[in-house]
């Protein structure tokens, strides 16, 4: 994992002040969640936003006030037959999640190599 995060790191664009936003904002919400007493937090975000969102969340971070502008964002309605492209993935986040969270058996390892590198941590090299 570490070898795929370092490359991920190289490729990427620096940080904007958006970004650093957003990860300050994730960082107040979870610093608020373990100060109220949960004691399993579980934090999905994009590898982009990994080593900013790990910084933040080493200090305390004000509250955020309002919400980002976004330029450019529409709303489009999905061809029918995009949607097994597109919606795959949540429900099998959403059960892995409610089964741990129960302790139930864990979720058999899918066979996509994106949903089994996020659910083992092993990306293929």
Do not use: C, W
């Amino acid at each position: 994992m570490s070898a795929y995060l370092d490359a991920v790191r190289r490729a990427g664009r620096p940080a904007d002040d958006v970004d650093e936003r957003r990860e300050a904002a994730m960082a107040f919400h979870v610093r608020a969640l373990a100060a109220a007493g949960t004691s399993r937090i579980l934090v999905v975000l994009g590898l982009r936003h990994v080593d900013g969102f790990k910084a933040a969340l080493a200090t305390e971070q004000a509250a955020p006030l309002t919400p980002p502008v976004r330029k450019n964002v529409r709303l489009v309605h999905l061809h029918p037959e995009s949607l097994g492209e597109v919606l795959a993935e949540p429900p099998f986040y959403v059960a892995a999640y409610e089964a741990q969270r129960r302790g139930l058996q864990p979720v058999a390892v899918p066979r996509s190599p994106a949903l089994r590198a996020a659910t083992t941590g092993r990306f293929a090299s």
